[in-house]
């Protein structure tokens, strides 16, 4: 097993607001949003790894510091085995790539898609490597590239904005919801597209998504997330078929499906704010299973190879999917 | 504009702009995709919103309530949507509930209102799954007792299905196929709707590529002739392309395909 990313301990704060004269004056205390706090994780080189949770989880914060466009706050990111720093930021960012959600705001409405697609090769335009790559995700090179992005329909612009990030050959990509601001019938091409050119060029991916049957669809392993923390992480298989968190299980159940018109309906609540999260788990003030222990941060068990942060799980009170 | 729109008998497309105002929130009520950013005043609390909305109905109906007695009926509509902490809320503003919350502020305005027609465009993309299903079974308990009758819109098929009695397949402004959700999920009469049902992914990878309509949809700008979707369609043949079917009865359905006739 070799491991492309390891996350240590790592956090993620962002100011919740600039501070002012007057609070540095006073030494009032900065007020943090806790995008990510306390992530381990590490992801398997030529792996599909999804990242799936509710909006404000985390997700592309993870994916952020993935592809170095922002620096923990805390704990260490280790690429291929070297912690990520000083110099070796740079290296790593020529070693990752990503795509994101929306299309029509990540490529400049201005440029042609040739001068798109060969940007990150740094002034250097090639030619052969360009057409390759836009042959590759399905666009003639011919009829594209002197176009702009405007000529082009939302599908294709997700092409061309994922021919850009692999024209550089990354080893790692990330993949922000490349598809939920896609046509629903241009989603399964895009799915079949990711899947073939991971086989092309067996890269790795990190695949953003909240849409649980897509994740199961193009992912090996799954990682949960909720407000700002991990909370499952493992085999999708596993994770689908028998979910072990109190929250995967209820986000499984609360997928609409053709099979009953009845929808699970979980209890109420509320994500906590970020800001001042309560301690300990922060799924306590919603779960089902909720207890005494749960005030205190939940180790992290491991069951069947997978990892869940709960505390009906540690020690010998395993409990067999509660359900 | 040609044609017209009758709710409830009246037809709306003939009506003035000071009498739409009349109609709007009392006979009909939208709730919109992103309420964080557009379907509340940003600078009014809550309660204020909560309370004018009330004492507009209140209005139109020449009831008279005393504030007491309009604070409390805010409060229980509350309850009913799950918020938690009502009279906390009423005091705060907009931004500083969360998405989910704020969702369920408007559909509280729609019950204090009481529409006879409630129109939800995509009320919980912006939601998470666990919240959507929240908002989904309250929409279909509102429907159920106090007969309210609703339009949803969404692209997720599978959540239509969950929700409606009856479904609306729309395609370049046209509609494709209309019946009951049942029938229409298990014997789909359109390609179109057939070939959304086919690819939404159900098992991984390793079962094989998704199917997947080919192509992508087509510009207002430059709309095919002769069927909308032929283009796309694994069906395709002659008729298709130079004539445009018409949207016919076909058992409980209706649908717009030269294969149904």
């Known amino acids: 097993m070799d491991e492309i990313i390891k996350f240590v301990g790592l956090k993620k704060y962002y100011m919740a607001y600039q501070r002012q004269l007057l609070d540095v004056i006073f030494r009032r205390k900065p007020v943090y949003v806790r995008a990510l706090d306390d992530v381990n994780l590490s992801i398997v080189r030529g792996s599909v790894t999804s990242v799936v949770g509710e909006s404000g989880s985390g997700k592309t914060t993870m994916g952020k510091i993935i592809t170095t466009m922002e620096k923990p706050t805390g704990g260490t990111y280790y690429f291929e085995g070297k912690e990520v720093r000083g110099s070796y930021v740079e290296e790593v960012r020529k070693r990752v790539s990503m795509v994101f959600q929306n299309p029509a705001t990540s490529v400049n409405p201005r440029m042609k898609i040739k001068a798109i697609v060969s940007e990150p090769l740094g002034g250097r335009f090639d030619e052969n490597r360009v057409a390759e790559v836009l042959e590759s995700v399905g666009l003639r090179y011919s009829d594209v590239k002197d176009k702009q992005p405007r000529e082009l329909s939302g599908g294709q612009i997700q092409r061309v904005a994922i021919a850009r990030a692999l024209v550089k050959n990354p080893e790692l990509l990330v993949l922000d919801e490349p598809t939920s601001a896609l046509d629903e019938s241009v989603q399964a091409q895009m799915l079949n597209l990711f899947v073939e050119l991971q086989k092309q060029y067996s890269v790795t991916y990190v695949f953003i998504t909240h849409n649980i049957a897509v994740a199961k669809y193009i992912s090996d392993t799954m990682v949960v997330t909720y407000a700002g923390k991990v909370f499952e992480y493992g085999s999708t298989e596993k994770i689908l078929n028998s979910p072990k968190h109190p929250y995967t299980q209820l986000l499984i159940s609360s997928v609409p499906s053709f099979e009953s018109k009845k929808l699970r309906s979980p209890t109420g609540g509320d994500v906590p704010s970020l800001i001042d999260p309560p301690p300990g788990c922060r799924f306590k003030n919603r779960c089902p299973f909720a207890m005494e222990t749960c005030s205190k941060e939940p180790p992290i068990a491991e069951i069947n190879g997978v990892k869940v942060a709960c505390w009906l799980y540690v020690g010998g009170n395993a409990v067999e999917n509660p359900n | ?261």
């Not at chain 2, 109906?61 to 309009?70: F, I, P």
């Not at chain 2, 209102?113 to 079974?137: F, Y």
């Not at chain 2, 997947?212 to 283009?231: N, Q, R, V, Y």
């Open chain 2, 1 to 261: 504009m040609d044609g017209k729109i009758e709710v409830s008998g009246i037809d709306i497309s003939k009506k003035s702009e000071d009498e739409m105002s009349n109609i709007r929130g009392t006979t009909m009520f939208m709730i919109f995709q992103n309420p964080p950013l557009n379907s509340l005043n940003p600078v009014k609390t809550v309660g204020f919103q909560l309370m004018e909305a009330i004492s507009i109905r209140n209005q139109r109906n020449g009831e008279n309530m005393t504030e007491e007695q309009m604070k409390n009926e805010v409060v229980e509509t509350m309850k009913v949507v799950r918020l938690p902490d009502p009279e906390r809320i009423l005091e705060r503003y907009p931004h500083e509930l969360s998405g989910g919350q704020v969702q369920r502020v408007v559909i509280c305005m729609a019950l204090l209102l009481k529409p006879r027609l409630l129109i939800a465009d995509e009320p919980t993309t912006a939601l998470d799954v666990t919240i959507q299903a929240q908002v989904v079974n309250l929409l279909k308990e509102l429907n159920q007792t106090r007969k309210m009758s609703i339009i949803f819109i969404t692209h997720d098929l599978s959540l239509a299905y969950v929700l409606a009695d009856r479904i609306v397949v729309m395609y370049a402004g046209r509609i494709m196929e209309d019946g009951p959700a049942e029938d229409l999920i298990r014997k789909p009469l359109h390609p179109y709707t057939e070939g959304l049902l086919m690819s939404i992914p159900t098992n991984d990878k390793n079962a094989g590529p998704l199917y997947s309509i080919p192509g992508s949809p087509p510009s207002f700008f430059s709309l095919p002739k002769g069927c909308k979707f032929s283009p796309r369609c694994r069906y395709v043949f002659g008729k298709c392309e130079t004539e445009e079917p018409r949207l016919v009865n076909y058992g409980s359905s209706s649908v717009r395909c030269w294969l149904r006739g």
